[in-house]
């Protein structure tokens, strides 16, 4: 029997039952639901006259200028909106470096000019907003200039209303930036990252002949992992409650080995909450599709259906945020760390990533026609390009503490980046490169413009799951995305290294045509030399074994095995080129980016040390020694009534050296930690102390004390166990 705490718990869980919704799935359909609380085209397009709308649409698809007497009627418009769906508050909702959401409260209330009480909104107001944010993460930003940032109104994301028990409150997505204009958030070089991919993949689409198309976007839809366990149990866990995972916990007997949670039937409980994650997420306007048990057991997925990658972004920051407050109201708690439990699976997020014009057409789409083919080929050449040249920058954007306990850990993909693309469009790769060679064989010669495009399979068996950017079709998945980071930096390295790569290709090709190539001549020699030059970042095999780390190096791909080993290419002269050339982030900010990453480095190793250090000495140790203070008193009671206690003096004897260990781990600890936290040195050396020294001590301590977690008396352990937090639902 555990101690009482933990049987309380227990005894909680069992009484538990599934939740239902507020309003009855029968009451209240999807047709109901969807976008109920957005202000999204039909809302616009019933509130606004004609013409407002219609330059409103503008503003949205072609990023013109907002005059500001339109500002004034889409404030009204969505004010009243707001207030007929019950808000009594705005807020402008952004996203600042600490990776999470941030909002600040207003009333529609005001004085009129004869001072009466009125509910108002103005333009002004909903166009600009100055929090009092001088407590964000800037990276020395804004030490320079001005404490204060202002918020301003991203019209390409639609506002919507969060409810809550009491009230409703309209949020209006933004960008956050200093006074002088440098960018506070994730947002704004989103934004700016979406902007250059455009005009390059424009320049592109003209230089292939066509004139049609005015403009591209990049697409994102982004699978969610994520774990659920019982509140009561991660009440009794402080280390879940302030990292975000298990810093102790021994084996279960049994894990994931069996491979019985993976889409296996959900339970009652855990359907209930989905379900409702799933109807409040579309009232959200949030398309999820997909939800199901993951490997791990407690794991599971949530994926939506793609969309413009500036709307899925936030919409991810939506989900995540949903996932939480109705896990809440289940009796769970949602965990989005990317590993709470050791010895299983962790939790990652797939970035699926392709770019789509204005007429719907995706242009990672396989083609049909050879101009199709053409134009796939070449974007195609612009990823490879891009992931070969810029492999540092996507390691950076995934590189945080959580996800060190994935990448290359033999769940995750490795470390190493690279491409999978398949045998068949390896294959069309290979004949492209042998190009003027394999003329003379005709047969694998593939004349862009001219030669169809074998038939490429869509089958979902064929795929790589060790490959951190794989081919799936008509998109690539970047699959080293941690699940509880925004996707948002991903996504900034996605959009600029694509952008970089199509404009690199659209000087050369024009290059090529103002020295005289037709077009076709001018693509097939690009496209040629380009592909010879990266062909070394796609890799078809399996990503978990030695050999291709052993390949990987021969070939000059880097293996950035840790956050700080990868935070060390963020800022480099060949990175501050490619973000400032396409006005993504100037210098300055790049490199503010890199001392916020190396600082919530530091802070996440420090919290877990004084975590592990707190739990370790007041609950692990006490219980310990309760449990060797009864048996050292039974075996001193045995042996003056004449009995033998040979093995009981052994097993004492092995709960005593338990707890010696672990204290001598506690003493390193204590060390380590203070040597890390105390350190002065550049921010780098400072993340270096916490890696080498403060993280093996922790995992000294947790070691010495999952032994002691098998030998303890059970009634004593005073943390919820694996076999509990995994298995009870
Ligand atoms: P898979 O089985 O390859 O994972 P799915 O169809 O289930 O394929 O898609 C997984 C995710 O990829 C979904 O979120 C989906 O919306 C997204 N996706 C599909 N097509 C695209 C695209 N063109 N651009 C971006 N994301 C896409
Ligand atoms: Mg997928």
């Known amino acids: 029997m555990p101690t009482e705490a933990r049987r309380d718990a227990v005894v909680a869980i069992m009484a538990r039952k599934p939740v239902a919704s507020k309003t009855g799935y029968l009451d209240e359909t999807f047709k109901d639901l969807w976008c109920k609380n957005v202000f999204g085209d039909e809302e616009m397009r019933k509130r606004l006259p004609e013409a407002a709308y219609r330059s409103l649409k503008g503003c949205v698809e072609h990023g013109t200028a907002l005059d500001p007497l339109l500002a004034d009627l889409v404030a009204n418009a969505m004010k009243d909106w707001a207030l007929s769906r019950g808000a009594t508050h705005f807020t402008h909702w952004f996203q600042p470096m600490t990776g999470l959401t941030a909002e600040k409260h207003d009333s529609f209330v005001n004085w009129d000019e004869s001072g009466r009480l009125i509910m108002e909104f103005s333009g002004k107001a909903l166009v600009k907003g100055e929090p009092d944010a001088s407590s964000f993460p800037s990276g020395g930003l804004r030490a320079t200039f001005e404490a204060r940032g202002y918020t301003a109104w991203d019209p390409t994301s639609p506002a919507f209303i969060k409810e809550a028990e009491n009230g409703a409150t309209l949020c209006i997505p933004t960008a956050f930036c200093s006074w002088t204009g440098e960018a506070l958030d994730k947002k704004t070089p989103l934004l700016r990252s979406a902007e250059a991919l455009t005009s390059a993949a424009i320049r592109v689409l003209r230089l292939l002949g066509d004139d049609k198309v005015e403009s591209v976007y990049p697409t994102l839809g982004a699978e969610q992992e994520y774990f659920l366990i019982d509140r009561a149990f991660a009440a009794l866990r402080p280390d879940l409650l302030a990292t975000g995972r298990t810093l102790f916990g021994a084996k279960p007997p049994k894990g994931q080995e069996l491979e019985d949670h993976y889409f296996g039937s959900i339970s009652p409980r855990v359907i209930a909450c989905m379900q409702e994650i799933d109807r409040e997420l579309w009232k959200l306007g949030v398309p999820v599709k997909t939800r199901h048990n993951e490997v791990a057991p407690a794991q599971f997925e949530l994926a939506p259906m793609f969309e413009r990658t500036t709307v899925a972004t936030d919409h991810n920051m939506l989900t995540m945020e949903v996932l939480r407050q109705v896990a809440t109201r289940h009796g769970f708690t949602c965990l989005l760390h990317e590993k709470p439990f050791s010895g299983i699976n962790g939790s990652g997020k797939h970035n699926n990533f392709s770019m789509a014009t204005n007429h719907g057409e995706n242009l990672l789409e396989p083609g049909s026609t050879p101009a199709e083919n053409m134009r796939f080929v070449v974007f195609l050449t612009a990823v490879l390009r891009s992931v070969d040249v810029h492999a540092d920058l996507l390691r950076v954007s995934v590189a ?72 799936t079709g008509n998109k690539f998945e970047f699959r080293a995305v941690g699940s509880s980071q925004s996707i ?119 919290i877990e040390a004084q975590s592990t250090l707190g739990l370790a000495s007041s609950s692990i140790v006490p219980a310990a020694m309760r449990h060797l203070s009864m048996m050292t008193t039974t075996i001193a009671a045995a042996k003056v009534s004449g009995l033998v206690v040979k093995e009981q003096e052994r097993s004492a004897r092995a709960v005593c050296d338990g707890i010696e260990t672990l204290l001598s781990a506690i003493r390193d600890l204590e060390g380590a930690s203070a040597k890390a936290d105390g350190h002065h040195g550049s921010l780098a050396d400072h993340a270096k102390a916490y890696r080498d020294v403060a993280i093996p001590a922790m995992t000294a301590v947790r070691s010495a004390a999952d032994v002691l977690e098998d030998i303890v008396d059970d009634d004593l352990w005073p943390l919820p166990k694996y076999r509990e937090m995994l298995f009870l639902h």
């Not at 469009?425 to 005709?442: F, H, I, M, P, Y």
Request: charged letters at 20%; one cysteine or more; glycine letters at 6%.
């Open 400 to 471: 945080h503490a959580g996800n060190d306990h994935r990448l290359g850990a033999n769940e995750a993909p490795p470390a190493i980046i690279s491409v999978y693309l398949g045998e068949q469009l390896s294959d069309v790769v290979q004949s492209l490169v042998s190009g003027t060679a394999a003329a003379e064989t005709k047969k694998s010669f593939m004349a862009l413009g001219v030669s169809a495009l074998p038939k490429l399979p869509r089958d979902a068996t064929d795929r790589n799951r060790t490959s951190p950017f794989a081919f």
């Open 488 to 606: 948002g930096t991903p996504n900034i390295v996605l959009n600029s290294i694509m952008a970089d790569s199509l404009r690199f290709l659209a000087d050369e090709i024009d290059k090529a045509q103002k020295a005289g190539a037709s077009r076709n001549d001018a693509v097939q020699r690009v496209v040629q030399s380009t592909l010879k030059q990266h062909q070394r970042i796609i890799f078809n095999g399996n990503g978990y074994s030695q050999e291709w780390q052993d390949d990987a190096k021969k070939r000059g791909l880097a293996n950035y095995r840790n956050t700080v080993d990868a935070l060390a290419q963020w800022d480099t002269p060949k990175n501050q080129t490619l973000f400032s050339s396409l006005n993504v982030l100037t210098a300055k900010e790049l490199e503010s980016r890199g001392h916020i990453m190396y600082e919530a480095y530091c802070k996440a190793i420090a």
